[in-house]
């Protein structure tokens, strides 16, 4: 039987750090296919609002629903610092159950750094590894958080590719970036004009 399609909805989301309310009445509703880009500057609430699609904050009010398993990508790659890179790829793949794990390192330009320490890696290759790790999950729902942040303009193409052939094959991303991606049909909002009124006059 098919998976039935995936979706991602934020209704009247407002999320907060700390005593401090980021964004307010922000609501959007993704089906399968849709790219929708966050803008905004540091601080303005992007990652919160990833965070929040994902389930690890819990909203000051409003709601966020899914439907479909999601693959986040934040700072964090949970990999093992210590192992080559392989091997650390390798404990999510199989968690993953992935098969084409050559397929995947070649894909994000990995191979050569199979036996590679994490911990040794650059900024870079640790985020083209992370992306692999999102390949690996096969999940319809992709949150994004600064994708782009330490690639190269070859990486940074690269990542936009990935996007169009994920959703052309029915999935949905949500990516929260300060730079431009190359998917056509992307929708986007800047997340500074969901703030209270005071955020938008200060």
């Known amino acids: ?27 959007f509703s993704l089906e399968a296919g849709a790219v929708c880009h966050v803008t905004g500057a540091n601080g303005s609430g992007k990652t919160t609002l990833i965070r929040s699609a994902a389930g690890l904050t819990t909203p000051f009010s409003g709601s966020v629903s ?19 890179l392989a091997k650390a790829l ?42 692999a790790r999102v390949l690996g999950q096969a999940a319809p729902v992709w949150l994004l958080d600064e994708p782009l942040s330490g690639l190269d303009t070859a990486s940074q193409d ?29 929708t986007s909002f800047a997340i500074e004009d969901f703030a209270p009124a005071e955020e938008q006059d200060g």
Not at 66 to 82: I, K, N, Q, T, V
Not at 92 to 97: A, M
Not at 98 to 124: C, F, H, K, N, Q
Not at 180 to 186: Q, W
């Open 90 to 131: 390798g404990f999510w793949f199989g968690l993953d159950g992935v098969a084409a794990t050559d397929a995947i390192m070649a894909r994000l330009r990995l191979d050569s750094l199979a036996e590679v320490p994490v911990r040794y890696l650059s900024t870079g290759q640790k985020k083209r590894a992370a992306l």
């Open 158 to 186: 690269l990542v936009s590719e990935l996007v169009r052939q994920h959703c052309a094959g029915g999935g949905i991303a949500l990516i929260a970036s300060h730079q431009p991606l190359d998917v056509p049909g992307m």
């Open 1 to 27: 039987m098919q998976a039935p399609s995936p979706i991602l909805v934020a209704n009247d989301l407002a999320c907060s750090r700390g005593d401090r309310l980021l964004f307010r009445r922000l609501s």
């Open 66 to 84: 899914r439907r479909g398993d999601l693959a986040l990508l934040d700072e964090r790659s949970g990999l093992d610092p210590d192992l080559p």
